[in-house]
Structure formats: structure tokens, C-alpha cells
């Protein structure tokens, strides 16, 4: 047996090593970090320098027990000493992680302070200020990050941009943000103080209604969607995604319960585009079988199919049209083309067992359902195999009908004769 003091003795000597490694990195932190944009730093005093190890040293320490209030408070300390951008952008995401949204303002200033050009310094502060309900200074932060990416991007001011540069990255950052209302009502602000709503290219008013739509997407408010949509042009622009706007629409639609509209409006965007986007049409095909009008849907499905051979799903969509609509010697054809495929096996002896029930052969149907071993109708077969019994054991089996038309397995036709 090991002697305890020995055990005890390598432990302290672990921790001690631990300490020596974790002291190590904070003095590289320290040195490469906290000075190394620091043009004054040969000048530090011996002094400084240890005051900035300790509050680096103590921050970092809290950070790993936990407590990130004390190690934001450490850091908010060091960054005042060390006047440090990249210790004050540590500092600040640290707030913002954890939700130390009024300590992280104060750090985001300091930052920006330091870096008034640094876009990111400029994003994080917009954002935190967002976050605190301090809706003006958080959309004068977009002014300026507006005006930072539109001089870098177009330096020569040039009014016939077709995009603005800056209304494109305000956009990207409001749109991960969780907080939707807040951030609507931020972009919103931002446009009327600026009157960025009034003046520019169409081009750029739609951008912006494009923003706003997304934001109040997000937010579910599905009437200012379709208002904001309705506002768009919707003659395409080079790089737009147009689709993606039909769609925000039909879901807006959906939700506010108007579903007629929603079709109304899909059937005539395709009208218009003769070409078609395959994205709308799956849509349609989707809108139609929810709302029971199947035998529409049916057209556009089957354009898809024969645009995509090989895509299965799409044709098992088909077939439980073509079942549906009792369509059944054309869906005994598209189910032998699905046999072709090794992975389709079950979804095929799904729809053929429908098929036999639809016609009446029980018996046959519920063989069908018990071959059905895998895949996403696996669970249906197994309602089905429970429901089919219990109406073969009521019929008793002077009443239960067998045709073996169609049968095409003999192990099956054999398993069921044996039954018989």
C-alpha cells in the first residue's frame, strides 16, 4: 500500500506544478498582450507591471472558479492600467458571455475608446447597448458602423452602388442577435435619425425592407412581414435572393391564417416565372396536400419527379398522391421503379400493402405491412398491421377474401397459402 503522506505530498506537487504553468501563461499574457500594443512600454515601471500581472493573474483565476463578476471587475482594472485594446476586447467578451451586459457597456467604450475604427469593438458595444434598452446610443453605434464599412468598402463614394456595403453588414449582425424586438426597433431608429428611409437608391430602400422584414420574422410578427414584403419591388437584382423572399411571405401568410392567399400568391408567382423555382413548386406541392387539394398538387410534383429521377423522395411524395387519388396502375408502376433502389425496399412493400388494402385484399395488404422492416413507415405498418387483425378477426375466416393477383413474392404467396 502506497504511503498516504507520500500520495498527499504528490498531489500538492501537481498543484504547485499547475500553478508555476498557469502563472507561466498569465506572464506571457501579460507581456505579449497587455504591452505589446502598448508603444509606451519600455517606460513601464516594475511597479505597473506587477499590478498588471496580479489583476490578469486574479481575473483569469476567477474565470476558472466561476466567477465571472470578479474576474470582469479584475479586468475592467487592468484595462484601465494597461490601456490595452486587446485586454479590453477579452474583457468585454467575457461580460457578454456572461450576460454581464451593463459591465460589458463600460468595457465595449473603453475598447472603442482605444480603437474608435475597429468594427468589431464598434459591433459589440451597438449590441450590448441594445441588449441594456438604450436604443439611441445603440443606433448611433450603427451610424457609425454604417459609415466605417461604406468608406471602406466604397472609398470613392460612388452613389450608383448598386448595394449598400453598409446596410448589408448591419443587417448580417442584427439578424444572429436574440433579442429580435430590440433589434428591429434599433434598425429602425437608425434609419429615421438618419432618414435612410427617404433618401438613397431603391435599390437600398430595398435592402432595407428586406432587414426589417427578416427582423420582424424573427420577432413573429408575421403582418408587418407581409407589409414590409409588400413594399418590396419584386423585380429581381442581380445577387438577390428572391426565393427566399417568396418564401418569408407564403410563411407570414400561413401564420396569420391565410392560407388561400398563400397559395393565390404562389400559383401567380409561378405564373410569372416560367422557369420556375423548384424550391416554390415543393412549397406549393406542400401547401396543397395540407390544405386537401391533392389532385393539384399532383402536376407539380410530377414535373419534379421527371426533372429528378433519381431522387426518391420526391417520387414516394408521388406515389402517395397517385394512392390517394385511387391512381393505382400508375402507382404500381412508380413503386417498381422505387425497388430499384436497395434503401427504398420497405417504403416499396409500405405502398404496395396500401394499394392491396385500397383494393380490398386484406390479407395480402397485412403481409405487405409485416414486411415493412425499416424506414420512416415503419411506425405507420405497425398501426396498420394492428388494425388490419383486428378487422381479419372480426370478419372471422369464412368472410376473410384472399385475391393473389399481384403477388409477386413466393415466399410471401407460400406464407400466405400455409395460413390458409
Same mark, same amino acid.
Given at each position: 500500500?502506497?504511503?498516504?503522506?507520500?500520495?498527499?505530498?504528490?498531489?500538492?506537487? =501537481?498543484?504547485?506544478?499547475?500553478?508555476?504553468?498557469?502563472?507561466?501563461?498569465?506572464?506571457?499574457?501579460?507581456?505579449?498582450?497587455?504591452?505589446?500594443?502598448?508603444?509606451?512600454?519600455?517606460?513601464?515601471?516594475?511597479?505597473?507591471?506587477?499590478?498588471? &500581472?496580479?489583476?490578469?493573474?486574479?481575473? #483569469?483565476?476567477?474565470?476558472?472558479?466561476?466567477? /465571472?463578476?470578479? /474576474?470582469?471587475?479584475?479586468?475592467?482594472?487592468?484595462?484601465?492600467?494597461?490601456?490595452?485594446?486587446?485586454?479590453? =476586447?477579452? /474583457?468585454?467578451?467575457?461580460?457578454?458571455?456572461?450576460?454581464?451586459?451593463?459591465?460589458?457597456?463600460?468595457?465595449?467604450?473603453?475598447?472603442?475608446?482605444?480603437?474608435?475604427?475597429?468594427?468589431?469593438?464598434?459591433?459589440?458595444?451597438?449590441?450590448?447597448?441594445?441588449?441594456?434598452?438604450?436604443?439611441?446610443?445603440?443606433?448611433?453605434?450603427?451610424?457609425?458602423?454604417?459609415?466605417?464599412?461604406?468608406?471602406?468598402?466604397?472609398?470613392?463614394?460612388?452613389?450608383?452602388?448598386?448595394?449598400?456595403?453598409?446596410?448589408?453588414?448591419?443587417?448580417?449582425?442584427?439578424?444572429?442577435?436574440?433579442?429580435?424586438?430590440?433589434?428591429?426597433?434599433?434598425?429602425?431608429?437608425?434609419?429615421?435619425?438618419?432618414?435612410?428611409?427617404?433618401?438613397?437608391?431603391?435599390?437600398?430602400?430595398?435592402?432595407?425592407?428586406?432587414?426589417?422584414?427578416?427582423?420582424?420574422?424573427?420577432?413573429?410578427?408575421?403582418?408587418?412581414?407581409?407589409?414590409?414584403?409588400?413594399?418590396?419591388?419584386?423585380?429581381?437584382?442581380?445577387?438577390?435572393?428572391?426565393?427566399?423572399?417568396?418564401?418569408?411571405?407564403?410563411?407570414?401568410?400561413?401564420?396569420?391564417?391565410?392560407?388561400?392567399?398563400?397559395?393565390?400568391?404562389?400559383?401567380?408567382?409561378?405564373?410569372?416565372?416560367?422557369?420556375?423555382?423548384?424550391?416554390?413548386?415543393?412549397?406549393?406541392?406542400?401547401? &396543397?396536400?395540407?390544405?386537401?387539394?391533392?389532385?393539384?398538387?399532383?402536376?407539380?410534383?410530377?414535373?419534379?419527379?421527371?426533372?429528378?429521377?433519381?431522387?426518391?423522395?420526391?417520387?414516394?411524395?408521388?406515389? /402517395?398522391?397517385?394512392?390517394?387519388?385511387?391512381?393505382?396502375?400508375?402507382?404500381?408502376?412508380?413503386?417498381?421503379?422505387?425497388?430499384?433502389? $436497395?434503401?427504398?425496399?420497405?417504403?416499396?412493400?409500405? &405502398?404496395?400493402? #396500401?394499394?392491396?388494402?385500397?383494393?380490398?385484399?386484406?390479407?395480402?395488404?397485412?403481409?405487405?405491412?409485416?414486411?415493412?422492416?425499416?424506414?420512416?413507415?415503419?411506425?405507420?405498418?405497425?398501426?396498420?398491421?394492428?388494425?388490419?387483425?383486428?378487422?381479419?378477426?372480426?370478419?372471422?375466416?369464412?368472410?376473410? $377474401?384472399?385475391?393473389?393477383?399481384?403477388?409477386?413474392?413466393?415466399?410471401?404467396?407460400?406464407?400466405?397459402?400455409?395460413?390458409?
Amino acid at each position: 500500500m502506497p504511503n498516504l503522506q507520500e500520495a498527499n505530498g504528490y498531489r500538492i506537487n =501537481r498543484i504547485k506544478k499547475g500553478l508555476v504553468c498557469l502563472a507561466m501563461s498569465l506572464w506571457l499574457f501579460v507581456s505579449f498582450v497587455v504591452y505589446a500594443d502598448n508603444s509606451k512600454s519600455a517606460s513601464n515601471s516594475t511597479s505597473d507591471y506587477a499590478r498588471d &500581472f496580479n489583476h490578469a493573474l486574479l481575473a #483569469e483565476l476567477y474565470l476558472k472558479m466561476d466567477d /465571472a463578476a470578479s /474576474a470582469i471587475n479584475q479586468y475592467s482594472l487592468l484595462v484601465k492600467s494597461s490601456h490595452s485594446p486587446k485586454v479590453a =476586447r477579452r /474583457a468585454t467578451i467575457v461580460a457578454t458571455r456572461s450576460s454581464h451586459f451593463n459591465q460589458g457597456v463600460s468595457l465595449a467604450k473603453q475598447w472603442v475608446k482605444l480603437v474608435p475604427d475597429n468594427l468589431e469593438a464598434r459591433q459589440y458595444l451597438a449590441l450590448l447597448l441594445l441588449r441594456v434598452n438604450k436604443t439611441g446610443d445603440s443606433s448611433r453605434q450603427l451610424k457609425a458602423i454604417y459609415k466605417l464599412v461604406e468608406e471602406s468598402k466604397n472609398p470613392q463614394k460612388t452613389v450608383t452602388q448598386l448595394y449598400s456595403e453598409g446596410l448589408k453588414f448591419i443587417g448580417a449582425m442584427l439578424l444572429v442577435e436574440s433579442q429580435h424586438e430590440k433589434a428591429l426597433k434599433v434598425f429602425n431608429t437608425f434609419l429615421e435619425k438618419n432618414n435612410l428611409h427617404l433618401k438613397g437608391l431603391s435599390s437600398h430602400r430595398k435592402q432595407q425592407y428586406l432587414i426589417q422584414a427578416s427582423l420582424t420574422e424573427k420577432a413573429k410578427k408575421y403582418h408587418s412581414v407581409i407589409s414590409y414584403i409588400n413594399q418590396y419591388e419584386t423585380q429581381s437584382l442581380e445577387n438577390e435572393r428572391l426565393n427566399d423572399i417568396i418564401l418569408m411571405k407564403v410563411k407570414a401568410l400561413q401564420a396569420v391564417n391565410r392560407q388561400h392567399d398563400a397559395i393565390t400568391y404562389l400559383v401567380d408567382t409561378l405564373k410569372n416565372d416560367k422557369k420556375g423555382s423548384d424550391s416554390l413548386k415543393l412549397e406549393l406541392v406542400r401547401l &396543397f396536400i395540407l390544405n386537401k387539394q391533392r389532385a393539384k398538387a399532383k402536376p407539380y410534383l410530377q414535373e419534379l419527379v421527371l426533372k429528378y429521377p433519381d431522387n426518391n423522395d420526391l417520387l414516394k411524395s408521388l406515389i /402517395a398522391l397517385e394512392i390517394d387519388q385511387r391512381q393505382l396502375v400508375q402507382a404500381r408502376k412508380n413503386i417498381e421503379k422505387l425497388r430499384a433502389s $436497395q434503401e427504398y425496399q420497405s417504403d416499396a412493400e409500405y &405502398f404496395m400493402a #396500401e394499394i392491396l388494402e385500397a383494393e380490398g385484399n386484406i390479407q395480402l395488404a397485412l403481409l405487405r405491412y409485416q414486411a415493412v422492416k425499416d424506414g420512416g413507415l415503419l411506425k405507420n405498418a405497425k398501426r396498420k398491421i394492428s388494425k388490419l387483425s383486428r378487422l381479419l378477426n372480426k370478419l372471422g375466416p369464412e368472410k376473410q $377474401q384472399v385475391n393473389y393477383k399481384g403477388v409477386s413474392n413466393n415466399l410471401l404467396r407460400k406464407k400466405l397459402l400455409n395460413k390458409d
